[in-house]
């Protein structure tokens, strides 16, 4: 179904940022979609998501996500998942490690008529740098 937002979101994680479609964002982003990153930072439009998913990619080229509940109501969808992958290319200044990690996170979003227009981001970031070997374990 086109308009499900389940499945609007879920073209999001696995065609855009899994096999890395960006053409993909055309059909399930607004152009003026914003994205609240995990350190809070806003990203505007659609071309700067997909910049965003871009590097993403190239620093995790085998990240994938398992889904672990996603609940929808009225254009909202928050989505609970585990997502993983292996630190293959420098990020944010980071040099990659090799190393693979395995983090819990729970992203929501709000579709429109058949777009996202809004995505805000939550996963264990500290968990994720320090199963990467960026910052020192306790």
């Given at each position: 179904?086109p308009?499900?937002?389940?499945a609007?979101?879920?073209?999001?994680?696995?065609?855009?940022?899994c096999?890395?479609?960006?053409?993909?964002?055309?059909?399930?982003?607004?152009?003026?979609?914003?994205?609240?990153?995990?350190?809070?930072?806003?990203?505007?439009?659609r071309r700067?998501?997909?910049?965003?998913?871009q590097?993403?990619?190239?620093?995790?080229p085998?990240i994938?996500f398992?889904?672990?509940?996603?609940l929808?109501?009225?254009?909202?969808?928050?989505?609970?998942?585990v997502m993983?992958?292996?630190?293959?290319?420098?990020?944010?200044?980071?040099?990659?490690?090799?190393?693979?990690?395995?983090v819990?996170?729970?992203?929501?979003?709000?579709?429109?008529?058949?777009?996202?227009v809004?995505?805000?981001?939550?996963?264990?970031?500290?968990?994720?740098?320090?199963?990467?070997?960026?910052?020192?374990t306790?």
């Amino acid at each position: 179904m086109p308009d499900d937002p389940k499945a609007i979101v879920r073209r999001c994680f696995e065609d855009i940022i899994c096999k890395g479609d960006l053409a993909v964002a055309d059909e399930v982003l607004s152009p003026d979609v914003v994205f609240t990153t995990v350190s809070g930072d806003v990203i505007r439009g659609r071309r700067e998501f997909q910049n965003f998913a871009q590097q993403l990619r190239e620093a995790f080229p085998d990240i994938s996500f398992e889904f672990e509940e996603e609940l929808v109501d009225d254009g909202r969808v928050c989505t609970r998942y585990v997502m993983r992958g292996t630190f293959m290319s420098t990020l944010m200044g980071l040099l990659p490690t090799g190393k693979e990690f395995a983090v819990r996170g729970i992203d929501t979003f709000r579709v429109e008529d058949g777009k996202v227009v809004e995505i805000h981001a939550s996963y264990d970031t500290l968990g994720q740098m320090r199963q990467l070997g960026v910052v020192p374990t306790l």
